[in-house]
Structure formats: C-alpha cells, structure tokens
C-alpha cells in the first residue's frame, strides 16, 4: 500500500516536522534505525543546544515548549567572547536590553524525548523502529523505499532526515558540499564554584577554541573543539588534567571547577546540500544543512526546515495541489536554501578566521572583535537578529 508519506529517521528535525504535520491528515510513516527505547528515553549525548527566540516562539507554536519542564531551560542573560591571551571581550548583554534572554539552552536529549512523548500519540503517524533504509529507488508516483530486513514501502512523498551524513540524499543524486574541518568536538558537564551569572563564553584560544554554555547556577556545558588529533589526546587525560585544562583556558573565571558528566566526542563535518527538493523528494535537518556548532546553529536551522517545509505541504492540501510536486516542494527550498548557504558559508569563514595561527589572522580577528564592540550598529545588528522571533528568520548564531 502506498503511503503519503515516509520520513526516514526520527531525530529532533524529523520529529519537528512531524508535530508541524500533527493536524494536515496525511498518514505518514517513520522509518528510524534506532530502537524505540532510545526515543522513549533517550540518554544524555553530551550536547546542550542553545535555541534562539525564533525556536523558541516555533515551539510554542506547536505546543511542545510548554511540556518542557522549567528547570530544564536556561537562558542565556549575556555572552562574552575572549581571543586568545587578549584581555580584551566582545559582550552582549540582554539585561542592558529590552528581552529576557540572548537565548535558551536545552538538553539534546530532553528535546527528544518531548518531541517522541507529543508525536507518539499522534493518530496520523505510524512509527516503524529497527527500520534501517538501505536503497530507494524512483517509481511512477514517487519512491520505493526498502529495508534492511528484506521489507519495501512504496510512498508519493519522501522526506529524508537522516543526519549530516544522509545516505537517502546521495541516493537520491543529490549532491552536497561537504567540509570535514578535520577538528572534533568534546563535550562535557562540569560543577564550578563561581555562578557563571548566566554567562556563555567563547573562548578563542590559540590551537583550541572553548565554549562554556550555562545550565543551572553551579553548572555549565564546556564545548573543546580541537584538531582531531589534539582532541584525541584531551579525551585521553585523566579527569584531573582535563579539569586543569578547561580551568586554565577558562582563567578561572568560574573558580575550581570539577567533571559532572562523561566526556563526549563529535568529529566536525559541516555539509550544505545543493539542492532541498527534487519531485517526491525533501531533504530536512542536517541532511539538507550541517552546520559547525560554533555559532550554535544546527538545530535551530532543522526546526526551521521542518516548519517551512510542513507549511508548504499544508497549503498545498489545503488548495487540493499535489503537496509532493516538485512546484510545490520548490516553495519550501526557495524560502531556506538561500540564506542558509550564507550562514553555512559565513560561519566556516568564521571558523577560519578563529582558527588560523598565522599572525595576519590573529591580527584580523582581533580588528574583528574590536569593530564589532565599537560600532554599535554592528552590535545592534547581531543583538536584533539574536532575538527576531520571525520563524525562518535566522539568527547569525549565539557567537
Ligand atoms: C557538539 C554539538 C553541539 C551542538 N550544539 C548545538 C546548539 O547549541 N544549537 C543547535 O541548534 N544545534 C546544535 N548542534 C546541532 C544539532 O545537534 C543537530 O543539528 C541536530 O541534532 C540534527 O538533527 P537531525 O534530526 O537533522 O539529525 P540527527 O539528530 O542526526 O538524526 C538523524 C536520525 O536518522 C536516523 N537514521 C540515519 N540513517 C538512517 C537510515 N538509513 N534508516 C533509518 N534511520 C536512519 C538516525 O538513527 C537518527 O535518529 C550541535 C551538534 C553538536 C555535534
């Protein structure tokens, strides 16, 4: 039996759509490799995810933001970034302004599980769990879609949200531009005596960079990013050095400091798709945009994906269009591609820039931040797009 539509896997951007799509009386089907106990109750993964004002008002708008519980949101009131042994800080603070936070960080895991509670119930969805897609290929009216275990679904609309590394995508002979930084991320939670005052810091330090976001008063989010082969040797110290370590680049600021969590390690890959769409086809999340977490961008960008794209689909069914067209789908990838290739692009330009140990980067970042502090148009311009709340309006990031 053909399905309206199939989305393959079942991470926050899928999950997104998936709550969008909870009223348009289409019967879609999830196919997730994963088992369902790790969506019922998903374990920490390490990552703490800064949401702007956008995300927050396109998860009030499908009632998720409300299930959050309290204690599991932290805003962010300011956010200082430091370069290198420089004393000198750009710093953004939201009390001096007219909002309530730069932004909110919640917990990968957290989100998760709220999108699976709210979606699970949903009597337009059915949830297909140990379903890994191994090959789709086209049909008359849309794809075939098989599995591991021998089974196939046919369906008029598929939606791959399989990751970055989106097998669907290059299946479907849509290409991508792909950046292996060749650098990895170590995530961690760690207890520190001093409040952090609700403060992120970035810290761009010579050779690693370091970012701490805040949760609870004596509890932040540390974020190492290193080359692979420094990042190896970090995850390799015993707790007490690498408590050392992030103290030091840290210039205690945040007072002795000790490991709340395991370490985690993410390798840095950012992809930008060079197209979204093809007829029957969408590609949502990190499978149409990966983003380098530096600027805190990658979730933020998949719910805004989802939101597009469940909309265009909306209307379409609405107006009695066939919502798979590739007229239709265009909708979607016209209003997402565009400025997400400037912020993929701009942000690796950024990544550079702080990453570069050679004297005229130094020196050009330092120029960068000493602009960015003085001309307040500059500051202003970062702090507006920090808190639009205009869905599919992006901010430029957290830092
Ligand atoms: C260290 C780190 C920090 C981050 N911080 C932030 C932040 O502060 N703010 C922010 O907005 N973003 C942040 N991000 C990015 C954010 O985590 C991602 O953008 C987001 O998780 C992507 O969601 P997704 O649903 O697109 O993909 P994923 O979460 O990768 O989910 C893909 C799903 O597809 C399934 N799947 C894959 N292949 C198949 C297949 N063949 N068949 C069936 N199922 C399949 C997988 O099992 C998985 O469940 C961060 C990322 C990292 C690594």
């Known amino acids: 039996m053909q399905k309206d539509i199939i989305v393959v896997g079942a991470g926050p951007a899928s999950l997104s759509f998936l709550r969008s799509m909870r009223n348009c009386g289409l019967a879609i089907t999830v196919l997730e490799q994963a088992p369902e106990t790790s969506m019922a109750d998903p374990a920490y993964d390490g990552r703490d995810i800064a949401l702007t004002h956008a995300s927050r008002e396109l998860l009030r708008e499908l009632d998720v933001w409300p299930c959050f519980d309290q204690d599991d949101i932290s805003p962010i009131a300011k956010a200082c970034v430091v370069d290198g042994d420089s004393p000198y800080t750009l710093e953004f603070d939201s009390q001096k302004k007219s909002f309530d936070a730069l932004g909110f960080i919640i917990s990968n895991h957290i989100i998760r599980r709220t999108l699976y509670q709210l979606t699970r119930k949903q009597s337009n969805l059915s949830f297909e769990f140990n379903a890994s897609v191994t090959s789709i290929t086209t049909t008359d009216e849309g794809y075939n879609v098989s599995l591991d275990d021998g089974r196939s679904f046919d369906t008029r609309l598929l939606v791959a949200a399989d990751s970055r590394f989106s097998k669907i995508r290059s299946q479907a002979g849509i290409s991508a531009d792909i950046n292996d930084f060749a650098r990895t991320a170590i995530v961690v939670r760690m207890n520190h005596r001093e409040n952090h005052q609700r403060t992120a810091f970035e810290c761009f330090q010579y050779g690693h960079t370091l970012a701490v976001l805040p949760l ?19 995850l390799k110290l015993d707790d007490e050095a690498f408590v050392d370590f992030v103290s030091q680049n840290l210039d205690q600021r945040l007072g002795s400091m000790s490991l709340a969590s395991r370490r985690f390690s993410y390798p840095l890959v950012g992809v930008h798709a060079r197209q979204f769409v093809k007829p029957h086809f969408a590609l949502i999340g990190d499978a149409a945009v990966g983003m380098h977490p530096v600027t805190a961008h990658g979730f933020n960008l998949g719910l805004s994906s989802a939101h597009l794209l469940a ?75 920090l808190t639009e709340i205009k869905p599919g309006h992006h901010s430029p990031g957290l830092f």
């Open 216 to 234: 609870a008063s004596d509890l932040c989010s540390v974020v190492v990013t290193a080359d692979s082969d420094k990042a190896n040797r970090l």
């Open 311 to 385: 909309r265009q689909i909306i209307d379409a069914t609405n107006n009695d269009q066939d919502y798979s067209s590739e007229a239709v789908l265009k909708g979607y990838q016209n209003r997402h591609i565009m400025e997400t290739r400037v912020m993929y692009y701009g942000t690796n330009g950024v990544v550079k820039l702080f990453t570069d140990e050679h004297l005229p980067a130094k020196l050009a970042r330092k120029i960068v931040l000493r602009l960015s502090n003085l001309l307040p148009p500059v500051k202003w311009a970062i702090e507006k797009k």
